[in-house]
C-alpha cells in the first residue's frame, strides 16, 4: 500500500497497556509504533488537502473512549525539547541557546492560545532551572504551572529551585523519559522493519504521551502516544486536527 502526495504522518499508539513484552520506555514506544504501522491497511484517514496520513483513522469509533464521564482526561500539558538537561549546578544556560529559548516560546505562545480557550487547565515544562524559569517568564503570559525533571539528571533538588517553585506555585514532578525520545534512526528502522510504504524519508518532528485515569479510583485506565513525522519539505506550521480534540 502506497501513499502518494502525502507530506505528513501521525501514528497513534492507541492503549500500551494492552502491549505485552514492553519493559522499558524506548521499547514500549517503539513496540506500538510498529503495531500500529503494521496494521495500517485495517485503518487509516487521508486528508488530500492537507496532505496528512492518520494511522488509524482516529474517526474509527472503536479507537474512542466508550464514556468520557467515566474517566478523567488529563488535563496537564506538559513541553519537552530533545536535548534539554537540567543542570543541578544551575551555572548558567549554556545548552539552552537563543533559537531553542525562542521555539520554546513560540510553541507556548501556540499552548497559551488553547489554554485561553479552556482545552488545556494546566501548562508545564520540563527540565526548567531556576535561571530558565526567570528568563521564560519575561517573554509569557501564562505562567508554567508544572516543572517536570529527569530523576537521572537530579537526584537532590537545589533549594534555590525548591523555594523558587514554592513562591510561584510551581508543582515540582520526576520522570524518566530518556532524553531523546524518538530519535530519527530509530524511527526510520521502524518504517524500514515495518516495509512501511513511502515514497519520501520521513522525520519525527514531535511525541506527545498522554494518560487517562479513572475517576473513581485514581489509576491509569489508558496511556498511549500520538507521533507526527513529515518529510523534510512539509509545511513547518502544520496545526494539529483540532476536530479530533473536540
Same mark, same amino acid.
Given at each position: 500500500?502506497?501513499?502518494?502526495?502525502?507530506?505528513?504522518?501521525?501514528?497513534?499508539?492507541?492503549?500500551?497497556m494492552?502491549?505485552?513484552?514492553?519493559?522499558?520506555?524506548?521499547?514500549?514506544?517503539?513496540s506500538?509504533?510498529?503495531?500500529?504501522?503494521?496494521?495500517?491497511?485495517?485503518?487509516?484517514?487521508?486528508?488530500?488537502?492537507?496532505?496528512i496520513?492518520?494511522v488509524?483513522?482516529p474517526?474509527?469509533q472503536?479507537?474512542?473512549?466508550?464514556?468520557? =464521564?467515566?474517566?478523567?482526561?488529563?488535563d496537564?500539558?506538559?513541553?519537552?525539547?530533545?536535548?534539554?538537561?537540567?543542570d543541578?549546578?544551575?551555572?548558567?544556560d549554556? =545548552?539552552l541557546?537563543?533559537?531553542?529559548?525562542e521555539?520554546?516560546?513560540?510553541?507556548?505562545?501556540?499552548?497559551?492560545?488553547?489554554?485561553?480557550?479552556?482545552?488545556?487547565?494546566?501548562?508545564?515544562?520540563?527540565?526548567?532551572?531556576?535561571n530558565?524559569?526567570?528568563?521564560?517568564l519575561n517573554?509569557?503570559?501564562?505562567?508554567?504551572?508544572?516543572?517536570q525533571? =529527569?530523576?537521572?539528571?537530579?537526584?537532590?533538588?537545589?533549594?534555590k529551585?525548591? =523555594?523558587?517553585?514554592?513562591?510561584h506555585?510551581?508543582?515540582?514532578?520526576?520522570?524518566?523519559d530518556?532524553?531523546?525520545?524518538?530519535?530519527?534512526?530509530?524511527?526510520?528502522?521502524?518504517?524500514?522493519?515495518?516495509?512501511?510504504?513511502?515514497?519520501?524519508?520521513?522525520?519525527?518532528?514531535?511525541?506527545?504521551?498522554?494518560?487517562?485515569?479513572?475517576?473513581?479510583?485514581?489509576?491509569?485506565?489508558?496511556?498511549?502516544?500520538?507521533?507526527?513525522?513529515?518529510t523534510?519539505?512539509a509545511?513547518?506550521?502544520?496545526k494539529?486536527?483540532?476536530?479530533?480534540?473536540?
Open positions: 500500500m502506497s501513499f502518494p502526495d502525502i507530506n505528513t504522518v501521525i501514528i497513534y499508539t492507541g492503549n500500551v494492552k502491549q505485552a513484552n514492553i519493559n522499558t520506555f524506548k521499547n514500549e514506544l517503539a506500538c509504533l510498529e503495531n500500529s504501522l503494521k496494521n495500517v491497511h485495517t485503518s487509516y484517514h487521508i486528508d488530500q488537502t492537507r496532505g496520513l492518520e488509524p483513522s474517526y474509527d472503536s479507537f474512542k473512549l466508550k464514556d468520557r =464521564n467515566d474517566f478523567e482526561i488529563t496537564s500539558f506538559i513541553v519537552y525539547f530533545n536535548g534539554l538537561l537540567f543541578d549546578q544551575e551555572q548558567d549554556s =545548552n541557546v537563543m533559537d531553542d529559548f521555539a520554546l516560546v513560540e510553541v507556548w505562545k501556540e499552548l497559551e492560545f488553547h489554554y485561553g480557550n479552556d482545552r488545556i487547565k494546566k501548562l508545564g515544562v520540563s527540565e526548567f532551572t531556576k530558565r524559569f526567570e528568563r521564560f517573554v509569557v503570559e501564562v505562567l508554567p504551572k508544572i516543572d525533571i =529527569n530523576f537521572k539528571s537530579c537526584c537532590d533538588l537545589p533549594s529551585m525548591i =523555594n523558587y517553585a514554592k513562591e506555585d510551581i508543582e515540582l514532578l520526576t520522570h524518566k530518556p532524553t531523546d525520545i524518538l530519535p530519527s534512526t530509530t524511527f526510520q528502522k521502524i518504517l524500514k522493519d515495518t516495509k512501511f510504504s513511502f515514497t519520501s524519508e520521513l522525520l519525527p518532528r514531535w511525541v506527545l504521551k498522554y494518560s487517562v485515569l479513572v475517576k473513581c479510583r485514581e489509576v491509569v485506565a489508558n496511556k498511549g502516544y500520538i507521533v507526527m513525522s513529515s523534510p519539505i509545511d513547518s506550521n502544520f494539529y486536527p483540532v476536530e479530533f480534540i473536540e
